[in-house]
């Protein structure tokens, strides 16, 4: 499975951007890229996945590098609820599709 | 629509014993899959089972072992238990090959 680095944590200032990046330099043309969250207690928590376009939803927008060696996830206002572990994974077709290849994640910390 | 439904959600057995863990997954998803998360290995992929066949299998001892049954649920068995066991247990329902996993609670084993 194609590999994921992210920083080991970030902070943030509540209802302020976060841009939380996400380099996947031998991601095949197959593969999804799908990012996770998990608040301290709980289950991982899917936020948004892409191939290749950006994406938005509820919760966040996923930007796609051109070349898709890199992505990031934005959150566009910081809620202290969005203190968490974020992971970026890489998911596609194939033998291994049910994983999810856990990383160390980011931790995002939010500040009042 | 109810979640991923994990039972017990705390648990403490004694080294040697073996245990049993169950996950219901979200109604109408056929992929279950496991994980174990502890401090030192993170999340990691135990294995997932589809249509009552284990699809996928993580690297991990015989002693963890699963099944799912034909309404979707799933168990799985630690025999013999070790203090290294102690960790978070993570089951995850999908509905299809790269829609996102709902996770469960999680069930705290704790072996002493």
């Known amino acids: 499975d194609a590999k994921t680095t992210q920083p080991n944590s970030m902070e943030s200032n509540e209802e302020e951007p976060v841009h939380l990046p996400c380099n996947h330099s031998?991601?095949?043309?197959?593969?999804?890229i799908h990012w996770y969250r998990q608040l301290p207690s709980q289950g991982p928590e899917y936020v948004i996945h892409g191939l290749t376009s950006n994406v938005n939803n509820r919760m966040a927008s996923l930007a796609i590098a051109e070349d898709r060696k890199s992505s990031t996830l934005i959150l566009h206002r910081a809620t202290l609820r969005d203190a968490a572990v974020y992971y970026c994974i890489l998911r596609g077709y194939g033998g291994s599709q049910g994983n999810l290849i856990f990383g160390k994640g980011t931790k995002l910390s939010v500040k009042p | 629509k109810a979640g991923v439904t994990q039972t017990p959600r705390y648990l403490i057995k004694t080294r040697g014993q073996q245990v049993t863990l169950s996950c219901s997954p979200i109604?109408?998803?056929?992929?279950v899959s496991w994980y174990q998360q502890t401090p030192g290995q993170g999340l990691q992929f135990l294995f997932e089972y589809f249509s009552e066949t284990q699809r996928n299998k993580g690297n991990f001892p015989g002693r963890f072992s699963g099944r799912q049954f034909s309404n979707s649920r799933s168990e799985m068995n630690v025999s013999t238990l070790e203090l290294g066991d102690s960790a978070l247990y993570l089951c995850a329902s999908r509905a299809g090959v790269v829609t996102e996993a709902f996770f469960g609670q999680g069930t705290r084993l704790t072996v002493v």
């Open positions: 031998t991601i095949s043309g197959t593969d999804y």
């Open positions: 109604s109408g998803h056929r992929s």
